[in-house]
């Protein structure tokens, strides 16, 4: 089998990415198989003709790997590929939109509003923080609409914080979302499969000294993470059959992890959604596998040959 992993892009979270590939990469041809490690620049679409015959893998993070452009890309030249669909990528990409989508189905996600930078501008930044207050109880959590990897998110416990948070949001984007911030314990569930063939691995539960955010998360140190999470068996099964339900609705292909919050009324508050998670030493869903005694490598081989079908 010959596989091309693509990793790297131009995006905040290059570094996450190069690491997610090598890793890959590593476990792959520990599986016999062909493995080449590329960036998506002006070789790609050349190499995809060279190796017409290959998976391609893709591990980028952010906009250029999971906003679905890539994958229109991979449709277009007849790619046989790792992950979710272009269209349904639009759609998990955008958190409102998917925060929508799945609250159809019942799954609870925090209450939150969507404003552009613009809109600050035009009507008076004072302004909309008063409205945004008024309107929503703190602590909040401000991040941006579309992203991965915390980057931009902030826990806004006090007014005079808020501003700062709005600030440090619309350095990743010019939409932010400002979410109620639930309170309880942080779960990661990561998802394999597509359809009704979908299931979840064991859920990692998150303890972080501080906010767990892009530091925390790919720097050993400040985290303590339990796999299989510290929950009974109700509340084991609240948290994954959330995180399948999204997987399903949203038409999620391959692998994805889902962001939980678990509050005191043992509701499970869905966070974000990742279609492309990371898969770096540190990583979530490499934590979740081999919680549920899996090989790396198969689980990886799998994978690949199932996007090969």
Known sequence: MDVIILAGGLSHERDV?????????????????????????????????????AVVWPLLHGASGEDGSLQALLELTGSRYVGTRSREARVAWVKSVAKAVVARDGVATPDYVT??????????????LDAIVDRFSLPLVVKPAR?????????????????????????YGDTAMIETAVQGTEVAVSVIGTGDEAHALPPVEIVCDGPYDYDARYNPGRVEYFTPAR???????????????????????????????????????????????????????????????????????RIVLGAAS
Request: hydrophobic share 40%.
């Open 17 to 53: 990415s190069v690491r997610s590939g090598r890793r890959v990469a590593e476990e792959l041809r520990n599986r016999g198989m062909t493995v080449s490690v590329h960036d998506v620049d002006t070789n790609l679409i050349p190499t995809l003709r060279e190796h017409d015959d």
């Open 115 to 128: 404003l552009p930078q613009s809109l600050f501008r035009e009507v008076g930044a004072e302004q909309v």
């Open 147 to 171: 992203g991965g990897s915390a980057l931009g998110v902030t826990l806004v416990e006090q007014r005079q914080d808020l501003a700062r948070a709005m600030v440090h949001c619309f350095a």
């Open 231 to 301: 929950l009974d068996e109700d509340a084991t099964r609240a948290v994954t059959e959330a995180a399948v339900t999204v997987h399903r609705r949203l038409g999620l292909r391959d692998l994805s992890r889902i962001d939980i919050i678990l509050d005191g009324d043992r509701a499970a508050h869905v966070l974000d959604i990742n279609i492309a998670p990371g898969l770096t030493e540190t990583s979530l869903f490499p934590q979740a596998a081999l919680a549920h005694h899996e090989d790396l490598g198969a689980l990886y081989e």
